[in-house]
């Protein structure tokens, strides 16, 4: 089996660089949204934090967020995933 980053870029479905939204769900808690803006401005340099979607859950618990980067190859992007999904704040990365 082929694991995702031995994908040759002729065949990627993504073009890069690209938008790339990606959404990320946690508990709603003072910093979260903070620390996912933050996270995506250190894999993006011209993050532009005014593209932040946000939807709350039903019960209010929880907080997705949808970031909106400019994709530059598969590798940012894999990495970009593995900072979000382990971060303690974060539930599921999307």
Do not use: A, N, R, S
């Given at each position: 089996m082929t694991a995702?980053?031995?994908?040759?870029p002729s065949e990627s479905l993504?073009?890069?660089p690209s938008q790339f939204p990606i959404k990320?769900?946690?508990l709603k808690v003072d910093g979260y949204v903070q620390a996912?803006?933050?996270?995506a401005a250190?894999?993006?340099p011209n993050f532009d934090a005014s593209t932040i979607e946000l939807r709350e859950s039903k019960g209010g618990k929880?907080?997705?967020v949808t970031v909106t980067v400019t994709a530059t190859s598969r590798?940012?992007?894999d990495e970009l995933y593995r900072t979000l999904s382990t971060h303690p704040m974060v539930?599921?990365?999307l």
């Open positions: 995702p980053t031995d994908i040759p993504i073009e890069y990320v769900m946690g996912v803006t933050h996270i250190q894999f993006d929880y907080m997705g590798e940012q992007l539930k599921v990365v």
